[in-house]
């Protein structure tokens, strides 16, 4: 089966800084892809790529096999691939209903009398959010008045109903408390079950093992790993992620620094 | 509207039950012009006691024609507004559109019409530089709209000394075509009644206006590009496009209200129109408009004008010093600020 979308040996320049180089990720119908990395690791680069908003500059980027080069999101959109930034592109003041349709109003009746399709539009917006798992209490209240796990929700909802094959999600759990985050995974393992591909970017190692099928770390623009859920642990992911062996040598430091008299040089008795 | 309401408990269809009891009374909180129309209640309810006059039929006309003077460029400058963007030379762009409708009648002895066509279509080139200057330059429309406010200042004076010699135009009442064009921008009689055609196309005005708000896919990006134009961008919504027609439909009132000035005094000052741009704002934000865009309504676009027209007039049937309106028109302005933002924090708390 060929991927939805496939990286290969990717690099992406600014001037002379390099952004990103050599990677290499493959997102299949029905799997979602983490990428993971620190702050910097030039996760937000390979988004903007995958999304159309930058040409990479050397590697080949294929759309289902076929070797392509995005020119702009909507190009991106219409060949199946939405993005849901972390911004999520909702206008906080209108009703969940017209968030949903923002941009691609349905519409009936001809000439003057072209209007939106109100009824359509609202049970449409319930039925989707409903079948995403998300039961809204009012269609009509204003988006911003959502939490943010559930605007994260209308968001990939909407993105599904739009005829979405690949979901990029920049950091869908970031800004969320552990319950909101829960939810926020349910509807990305929803929308995967769904048939779609996902990519999904997180510095979270648990949240990214949870739902993840295949993960790509990224470090200071480059790959630093990249593995089949069968064969890495969570404990293997959480220390690469965290820094690797920085870390392992970060620990043996703190394990034989003695404790600072100012801090309160005496057992604290776990 | 219903006699009978249901009971709170009748949860009956597909409604939810965790929806507890959105009374009728909690929606009406919900609308953008609720406060105008509690404050045009009151400043009824105020002119009614104090000025004898106010309550008769003729002088409940002139207020309904003065506020509507104001409404019909109340209107588009609303939807600018909750496009998130201003026109500060809406008023003397009214002005303009006069003076190039008659000199141009005048000058070149035309019908009136032809005038009135040559004017259409400069005004709508006007609103339509303001709207490409804003999305090209993208400077604040502030500053945009008061470069546009000042040069056209300065051509209606300069232009009307150069051709007639005069700060106002010739008259043009004996032309071809005036008595028609009177009929449609002025005023016309029916059986003995003096009908303002203002208030007709005011009325048209804020119909359509409502229906291209709440009903068409344009409204639907109105409120998206006022209320957040970057996720509207992502989107798809067409920003540019929507806020250059968002300025030609302001230069479409103008012109209607320029038409207005024109054939209902014959003559056109070249001074008039600085200041009004700041009615039809303040008409605007007591209408429930919220000044950074994305929120607001054209129905309370007409109640601020209609406070105006009470506001101005009833100091006027109440015999007081008419150098008070100002005040009255300012403490206005903050009271329904305060209302709409009161009412709107109610509406949207959760019980």
Redesign the interface.
Known sequence: MTALVELDDVSKYYGNIRALEGVSLEVHAGGITCVLGDNGAGKSTLIKIIAGLHRHDGGTFSIEGEETSLGS??EA?DRGIATV?Q????????PVW?NF?????P?KGKGPF???D?RTMRETTRAELLRMGI?L??VDQ?IG?LSGGERQCVAIARAVYFGAKVLVLDEPTAALGVKQSGVVLKYVAAARDAGLGVVLITHNPHHAYLVGDRFVLLKRGVMAGSHKKSEITLDELTRQMAGGSELEDLRHELERAPAPRHVGGHDLGH | MTATAPPAHDRTGPSDERLLHTSPWKKLLGRPELGSVVGAAAVFLFFSIVADTFLRTSSLSTVLYAASTIGIMAVPVALLMIGGEFDLSAGVLVTSSALISSMFSYQMTANVWVGALVSLLVTLAIGAFNGVMLVRTKLPSFIITLGTFLMLTGMNLGFTKLISGTVSTKTIADMEGFAAAKKVFASFTVGGVDVKTTILWWIALVALATWILLRTRFGNWIFAVGGGSGAARAVGVPVARTKILLYTGVAFCAWVSGQHLLFSFDVVQSGEGVGNELIYIIAAVIGGCLITGGYGSAIGSAVGAFIFGMTSKGIVYAEWNPDWFKFFLGAMLLLATLLNAWVRKRAEATT
């Not at chain 1, 911004?87 to 209108?94: E, F, G, Q, W």
């Not at chain 1, 349709?101 to 109003?105: C, I, Q, Y």
């Open positions: 999101p909507r959109l930034y911004d999520l592109a909702v206008v906080p003041l209108m017209r349709f923002l941009g691609s109003e519409t072209r209007r939106l109100v039961d209490r009012d204003p008045t």
